[in-house]
């Protein structure tokens, strides 16, 4: 089969491309600008037209899902497969997305169910993924000086580096959009602080968006948000997942980093590189490729603190730690239990004392850990690598 991949600066990108040709496909390379106008650009359009009728591909295939894309695959006839891996993501509630050519696949269940539920026939559950056999080759190369073993007895080098870790947005420097909200009235910052600490409660499931309207108002007096022109989004979507969402997140990150630095040194890589909090070492930002793998590899304890937009589905983050062999203790997040044990391949935490419980318990108990960690590493292997879902994605009975 030969796939037009639409190219751009998204992660994975050379993982899928060594899926596609593992599975026996070919590929050609077209490079979009995803930072321009992904709903109507003439140029993408008369370009991509142009390589469609000289490649004459089988597939369009891109990271996250663009309506210009998609409507130049309608017209010419061609089948177009997005995987989305960003949330929130406006475009994906584009009316574009009903076009008869999409595969749209939707790593959060969640949103998946609420999408067809409303009709929209082209959208299709497709969890993330890694790519154990690079992540494999880095171990190896990282660990060449030690004595030459099977890549299976590789998963994790025993000298550990870091504790705890997270690599992580904090939501605390950009796109931090609630705090500059000034002029709420006294009325809407009340009810929001309220809401929000409500949610933070709860796991699992998310109301902030239907419980939006008394203060939409005036949050649209202070924050106009509007929705797309050629969008199904509500302006209660736009300011839960781009505003309310990152402000809880922000704050959940925020508690939880500090109950687990409490008694235990936490070791954290993020953007927001003035950060700081007691017991905590602030690296700034992980480059994804090159340390990343290191950190998941080297810490006893890898937390996940899942985004608050994501409803249900497991996040990239997670499936990099696991397949570099790292030890997951996460949020609950409902996907989890379709693809993994908890206790069993990873470990759920519920709250701050939870947290802290376990951070103690298995900093203790590290045969348990490592079991564990290498549990996981072996349930991704097997069923949710690149050529896992490049398989399911080009196999689903459109």
């Known amino acids: 089969m030969k796939i037009l991949f639409v190219e751009w600066a998204s992660f994975g990108n050379e993982d899928i491309k060594e899926a596609f040709i593992l599975e026996g496909h070919r590929y050609v390379s077209f490079y979009y600008n995803a930072d321009g106008n992904i709903r109507e650009d003439s ?6 037209s142009s390589v469609l009728h000289r490649e004459a591909p089988d597939i369009v295939f891109s990271f996250n899902y663009f309506p210009v ?32 050519c999409n595969t749209v696949c939707v790593f959060d269940k969640e949103v998946y169910l609420e999408l067809r539920f409303a009709g929209i026939k082209t959208v299709y559950y497709m969890p993330l993924a890694v790519n154990t056999k690079r992540l494999d080759y880095f171990s190896r190369r990282e660990n060449k ?4 073993s099977a890549a299976g ?27 500059s909200m000034n002029n709420l009235s006294d009325y809407s910052r009340g009810y929001l602080d309220a809401l929000m600490a409500a949610q ?6 998310s109301f902030i968006q239907e419980t939006l309207l008394p203060v939409l108002e005036d949050l649209y007096r202070v924050y106009p948000l509007d929705p797309s022109p ?43 590189q003035d950060y700081c909090m007691p017991n905590v070492r602030n ?12 950190i998941f590899r080297k810490s006893k304890i890898n937390l996940n603190i899942t985004l608050r937009s994501i409803k249900s589905g497991v996040p990239l983050r997670a499936f990099d730690i696991l397949g570099c062999g790292g030890f997951l203790l996460s949020n609950f997040q409902g996907d989890f239990l379709d693809l993994f044990v908890p206790g069993e391949d990873f470990v759920f935490f519920d709250g701050r ?14 045969e348990e850990r490592q079991e564990i960690a290498a549990n996981g590493y072996e349930k991704v292997a097997a069923r949710h690598t690149y050529r896992h879902r490049v398989k399911e994605m080009f196999s689903l009975d459109i």
């Open 145 to 148: 000086s030690e004595s030459d």
């Open 200 to 205: 933070m409660r709860v796991q699992g499931c």
């Open 43 to 48: 140029q993408t359009e008369e370009r991509l």
């Open 69 to 100: 894309i998609s409507n130049v695959c309608q017209k010419e006839g061609v089948r177009y497969i997005s995987w989305i891996y960003d949330s929130p993501f406006a475009p994906l509630y584009s009316r574009s997305v009903a076009n008869p």
């Open 283 to 294: 690296h700034g930002v992980a480059d994804y490729y090159d340390e990343m793998p290191q």
């Open 230 to 272: 050629d969008g199904m989004e509500s302006r209660e979507w736009l300011y839960t997942q781009y505003v309310i969402n990152r402000k809880i997140t922000a704050l959940e990150r925020t508690s939880l980093l500090s109950a687990a630095a409490e008694r235990h040194t936490l070791d954290l890589f993020t953007h927001h």
């Open 353 to 366: 004392e939870d947290l802290q419980r376990k951070v103690d318990y298995y900093l203790e108990h590290e």
């Open 153 to 179: 007895d590789e998963k994790l080098s025993s000298a550990y580096k870091y504790e705890i870790s997270f690599v992580g947005s904090l939501y605390t420097e950009k796109y931090n959009f609630f705090d």
